[in-house]
Nanobody
Framework: QVQLVESGGGLVQAGGSLRLSCAGSGHTFSIYTMGWFRQGPGKEREYVAAISWRGDTTLYSDSVKGRFTMSRDNARNTVYLQMNSLKPEDTAVYYC??????????????????WGQGTQVTVSS
């Protein structure tokens, strides 16, 4: 089992940047595929990005590709989401999640086993 805690959210103007962090507990953190999801007001939770357990494969949703970068540091039990060129439509609660490794990296919330509590990102126009 792994526990996840996100940080780094806040209020930023359109075009700005934020870096989210997700710290995991437990010595097995490095075996998990990790994902970032977000949920805007009145919207379903949606996939943002995911990274393999070794960090050698990273996937992004079309809405953030080229603007967001996900990375991980297994020595620190931490994953990151660098968000650049932020837009008002990026406003949401951002969640990190851990997936027991499977043949493919999951891109839907139901494929993930553990979740953090979320951190609010608000982008003003």
């Amino acid at each position: 089992q792994v526990q996840l805690v996100e940080s780094g959210g806040g209020l930023v103007q359109a075009g700005g940047s934020l870096r989210l962090s997700c710290a995991g507990s437990g010595h097995t953190f490095s075996i998990y595929t990790m994902g970032w999801f977000r949920q805007g007001p009145g919207k379903e939770r949606e996939y943002v990005a995911a990274i393999s357990w070794r960090g050698d494969t990273t996937l992004y949703s079309d809405s953030v590709k080229g603007r967001f970068t996900m990375s991980r540091d297994n020595a620190r039990n931490t994953v990151y989401l660098q968000m650049n060129s932020l837009k008002p439509e990026d406003t949401a609660v951002y969640y990190c999640a851990a997936e027991t490794p499977r043949l493919r990296i999951g891109t839907t919330p139901g494929e993930y086993d553990y979740w953090g509590q979320g951190t609010q990102v608000t982008v003003s126009s």
